[in-house]
């Protein structure tokens, strides 16, 4: 009845010979991907197109275990890599996610294979030490005293900003994990202030957390569409009027937009005269602490409660990596309560010290922090900062070149390596409307031409054209020629229309 | 300035033959562990030492990258793949946590270089249509209508029963997302009934999601640890009269402590007479759906509202891998909401309507679906039933050699592959605290020794001993070898404390 043993085809498909075969197939195929450094964007087709062609690679349903197909794999990776976001290809210039640092991709590898989990020390000894060498290395670019301030690894930024704002939830209102948001009906209600431009997993998380929507104040920004430091009080002090209680700030080095950096200096200022718990979304952007040229946007981080840090962004390891720090390292333990006698020990040793299932929200989590950790080990961070850096200045010169082109305009001066702005046809005489409509025209068409990815936002009511400078294989030239493809469409659209 | 290639270490650590080089290094040193089916435990190393040892292993700081050095790397890699869980071994009965199919290692790792993000249609074309095809192959185990409900896959199971729990939430108290919980003060408090054994984080979901953990309605269970299908309705009227609104019933398809399957069949009946969303965790038991063995123990799994089902588990894939489904698809949109321009688009088309962003709690997301599809196109059902129809028959057999040793005794009869069980070294007259106490320090002193990795659970207020049967490498004869372990390390224990 043991008989596992009897069952071959069982036993093969955990190999390892079979392993190391089905593996280099996958190495062949992504060295040659990673090679390629042809211009591309996205190659769109139909959903039933792909699901067909997905299907025909799948085995008949049979009651014996299929034998290992190396054609098959060989079929399914090369679908898998040409439909997919072209992150290493210089004609991507559209999203926040990042071509990874290879070496983090073979780290991450390791962990799919050997598949710790990093909840809890002993499952994962390792990276619950490389998390606290990581959380030590990147203070030294926030300064706060060691063994004072906590850092913990989640499953995106997401997660990360709701953990964060639970903890500040949690600090002002002890009763609210156990009562429930229905016991303060009669009080004053909690809310959080966010800039408006804040990232939609902010205010989602108070749609989850139940202290809703309504609760949040938005904060009005300034002309760079940063938090306007002069409306903060005001709004405050407005919010505490409708009988509003912020427990809660939460501010942006980094907004999605347009990669707006909050004063976070000035605000905490503010949050610290007022005892509001301050989080700063620097999902995006916290990765400029580690670059001499850019560490000052993030000018007063020490003072924050909290901080989000997508390593999968700006520190380009395979998503998801995300680190959340907290000033105050008693803080890390309000987020979350709970008991579990079949992961949580009785009587804490130091291996169950280095446990995070009490502070994050994961059971099972990957141990994330590992391809950061390597690459940091390896390369050292010149790797991250010189790559910033890069990207940084290529995102001002665009915003100079568009300077230059009567037909373009700029919405902003860009902070870091997010850049909007639209296009104006020469000769065109559009209302916003016509405007707003040409811009999500002209980012549609120059997306199914295929050989450039950008994106689009709406600015004030009007949609712009967004680029997100990525990959440090992208020049000014190719940024050139991305404006000539975004030229041709819009000739191509007015013309349609009739409008020229 | 646009002179990245001004700088060749930043490009060479993007190079494709560096690349190659470094998963050759990785390749070897995981083949090499997956051959090795010797018996281990942990290594438990302490925390300090091993920091010692990682920091050793890093660059000083420098303002110029480091180069490559494969040999650091290798030993990175020793050190990884030794201080972790040896899910490969058959020494590992301790967690279920789960020994990979290589194949799923190897798409994953494909996964980690491409960096596709899942959210979003045209950045993972393939995942997307993956999750659609694996959502129907699943589906035919379940029963519904084709096109009637829906799946998303989310970042671990406790992210899956927040998800669910939201939709439910907001089911029935649509003005909970914008008005929170404090508009609910004085009406019916919002409440949430589970079996008492439910995992850790439904109680967390409460808490986090504004209801309070004092707002959980805790169902008895009967002698096999399931929830008591006649003590519901008293529960249920019982809450009513203490105030509250049960809107949600969570139960377990497969708990954690034990592996019990609740009635799902029986407790449908009842809310669906009650209007209660019925939500299962099957994190760790819905994978028994593919086996034409056990399928029956979640009989009724087409009446419920929501599944949580962690292909992480006992589908052998990477971490993590959970699978939600909603029995009606509409639901799938209930658990968020939110506007964002910059992801969403105003128009839906063929490609954004299978987006899952406003489905699922992640911005980013890893494309976890793509090893559970390959190796399902590869190798089909029948190796996921084989190895969990192996699973559970061993768990059967462990079961039965426990009830021939007259120094053991069981607590439960195993419905899937979880086994508690208590030493009572003969001869020794141990009260209720001193029998706890044992089955702790044994526990500990086998994990120490190094051979196994079992685990402990408090069943009633007294810990027992676990095992979870996640490798098909294990046999009989393996498990016999625990016992000895463990009657040895109650020896020891007895002895020094001079009980024998």
């Given at each position: 009845?043991?008989?596992?043993?009897?069952?071959?085809?069982?036993?093969?498909?955990?190999?390892?010979?079979?392993?190391?075969?089905?593996?280099?197939?996958a190495v062949s195929k992504l060295e040659k991907h990673l090679a390629d450094q042809s211009i591309r964007g996205l190659e769109l087709?139909?959903?039933?197109?792909?699901?067909?062609?997905?299907r025909a690679l799948m085995s008949e349903d049979s009651d014996s275990i299929g034998a290992f197909d190396e054609e098959k794999l060989a079929a399914i990776i090369d679908l898998y890599v040409r439909t997919g976001i072209q992150v290493h290809s210089p004609g991507y210039m559209g999203r926040q996610?990042?071509?990874?640092?290879?070496?983090?991709?073979?780290?991450?590898?390791?962990?799919?294979?050997?598949?710790?989990?990093?909840?809890?020390?002993?499952?994962?000894?390792?990276p619950n030490v490389a998390e606290r060498i990581m959380a030590d290395e990147l203070n030294r670019f926030i300064g706060w005293e060691p063994d004072s301030f906590a850092m913990v690894t989640t499953s995106g930024g997401s997660l990360a900003n709701l953990t964060a704002m639970l903890a500040a939830r949690n600090r002002d209102f002890p009763q609210y994990w156990t009562?429930?948001?229905?016991?303060?009906?009669?009080?004053?209600?909690?809310?959080?202030?966010?800039?408006?431009?804040?990232?939609?997993?902010?205010?989602?998380?108070?749609?989850?957390?139940?202290?809703?929507?309504?609760?949040?104040?938005?904060?009005?920004?300034?002309?760079?569409?940063?938090?306007?430091?002069?409306?903060?009080?005001?709004?405050?002090?407005?919010?505490?009027?409708?009988?509003?209680?912020?427990?809660?700030?939460?501010?942006?080095?980094?907004?999605?937009?347009?990669?707006?950096?909050?004063?976070?200096d000035e605000l905490a200022d503010i949050t610290r005269e007022k005892g509001i718990w301050l989080h700063i979304d620097g999902a995006h952007g916290a990765s400029l602490l580690v670059s001499d040229t850019h560490r000052d946007k993030l000018r007063g981080i020490e003072k924050v409660d909290s901080l989000t840090w997508d390593a999968h962004?700006?520190?380009?390891?395979?998503?998801?990596?995300?680190?959340?720090?907290?000033?105050?390292?008693?803080?890390?333990?309000?987020?979350?309560?709970?008991?579990?006698?079949y992961v949580f020990d009785e009587e804490p040793d130091p291996f169950t010290e280095l446990d995070s299932g009490d502070k994050n929200f994961e059971c099972t989590k990957r141990p994330m922090i590992m391809p950061l950790w390597t690459m940091w080990a390896v390369y050292g961070r010149a790797l991250f900062a010189k790559k910033i850096d890069y990207l940084c200045a290529l995102t001002q010169e665009a915003h100079r070149i568009l300077d230059g082109e009567p037909d373009f305009r700029t919405l902003h001066s860009p902070e870091a390596n997010i850049l909007c702005f639209r296009h104006h046809p020469e000769g065109a005489d559009l209302d916003e409307e016509e405007l707003h409509r040409?811009?999500?025209?002209?980012?549609?068409?120059?997306?199914?031409?295929?050989?450039?990815?950008?994106?689009?936002?709406?600015?004030?009511?009007?949609?712009?054209?967004?680029?997100?400078?990525?990959?440090?294989?992208?020049?000014?030239?190719?940024?050139?020629?991305?404006?000539?493809?975004?030229?041709?469409?819009?000739?191509?659209?007015?013309?349609?229309?009739?409008?020229?």
């Open positions: 009845m043991t008989e596992a043993t009897g069952n071959g085809l069982l036993l093969e498909a955990f190999d390892a010979q079979l392993f190391r075969d089905s593996a280099e197939t087709i139909h959903p039933q197109e792909l699901a067909r062609a997905a996610f990042s071509g990874v640092v290879p070496l983090g991709g073979v780290v991450d590898f390791v962990s799919s294979v050997v598949n710790q989990p990093s909840s809890f020390y002993e499952a994962g000894q390792l009562e429930g948001g229905a016991a303060f009906g009669d009080r004053p209600r909690p809310a959080i202030a966010v800039g408006a431009d804040v990232h939609y997993s902010v205010a989602r998380a108070a749609g989850v957390m139940g202290i809703g929507e309504a609760q949040l104040v938005r904060l009005p920004l300034n002309d760079a569409q940063q938090i306007d430091v002069a409306g903060v009080r005001p709004a405050l002090a407005e919010a505490e009027r409708r009988g509003l209680h912020v427990f809660c700030l939460v501010a942006s080095a980094g907004t999605t937009p347009v990669g707006a950096f909050d004063p976070i962004k700006m520190m380009f390891t395979p998503a998801p990596c995300t680190l959340l720090f907290y000033r105050e390292k008693a803080h890390s333990l309000g987020a979350f309560r709970q008991t579990a006698s040409l811009q999500i025209d002209i980012r549609d068409r120059v997306k199914h031409r295929g050989s450039f990815f950008i994106s689009k936002v709406d600015i004030g009511s009007v949609a712009a054209l967004r680029v997100v400078m990525m990959n440090h294989q992208i020049t000014a030239e190719h940024f050139r020629m991305v404006l000539g493809e975004i030229r041709r469409a819009g000739q191509e659209i007015l013309s349609s229309k009739g409008r020229r």
